[in-house]
């Protein structure tokens, strides 16, 4: 198991052994600033798909906005060559999965709960239309745990049987990047994860 700062280096060996093949990649995304440099990385290898699959997300005004700009996004900086696909909206997806969870503190173990709920339906969507890897975003976000995330990823590609693409995508400036690629488009830029939760600890100042 590579250790939290080699991922990078894990994806690069990835990415040197596709020797041009250009695989389908199946993008689990929340938004559209955690998209753009990830999007921007990996179209120079992969034919994309991207997934918008948050139930997480509070309130639905929030859900919506951030699918838009994500749509947005990908309209203007990819027209030709990556696609956007939307699985239902369903919060009491999230709420029972965290359930007994809801006091826990930002990064804690209601969070990981989250991501896996997310990465399960990506790599669920992987396999049941055909594409070769699955990955996420969440790892370009300086406040979210890459060792976690890719542990995830590990333990869906072995029960679902599609690879997961490895990575910790803030890396290499890669969240510099995003907040750059933000700045030249517009893109809306939420100031909390996504959950109720997220939202009520930032406004209490936590």
Not at 73 to 97: C, I, M, N, R, S
Not at 110 to 138: I, N, P, S
């Amino acid at each position: 198991m590579p250790s939290p700062e080699n991922y990078a280096r894990e994806l690069d060996r990835v990415l040197q052994a596709l020797a041009g093949s250009r695989p389908r990649l199946l993008l689990h995304a929340c938004c559209g600033p955690c998209s753009s440099a990830v999007l921007e990385q990996l179209c120079q290898h992969f034919d994309i798909t991207v997934l918008y699959y948050n139930p997480n997300t509070w309130p639905a005004a929030e859900y919506r906005r951030r699918g838009d700009e994500l749509c947005r996004f990908v309209a203007q900086a990819h027209p030709l060559g990556v696609q956007v696909v939307e699985e239902p909206y369903d919060p009491q997806v999230f709420y029972a999965a965290v359930q007994g969870l809801e006091a826990e503190p930002e990064r804690g173990a209601r969070c990981t709960v989250c991501y896996r709920l997310r990465m399960e339906k990506a790599a669920q969507y992987a396999r049941d239309h055909g594409f070769d890897w699955f990955t996420t975003t969440l790892s370009i976000s300086p406040h979210k745990d890459a060792g976690r995330i890719n542990a995830i990823g590990r333990a869906l590609e072995q029960q679902y049987g599609v690879r997961h693409l490895p990575g910790d995508f803030k890396k290499r400036n890669g969240y510099l990047r995003s907040l750059q690629l933000s700045e030249q488009y517009g893109l809306y830029r939420q100031d909390y994860c996504g959950c109720e939760f997220s939202a009520r600890a930032r406004q209490a100042g936590k």
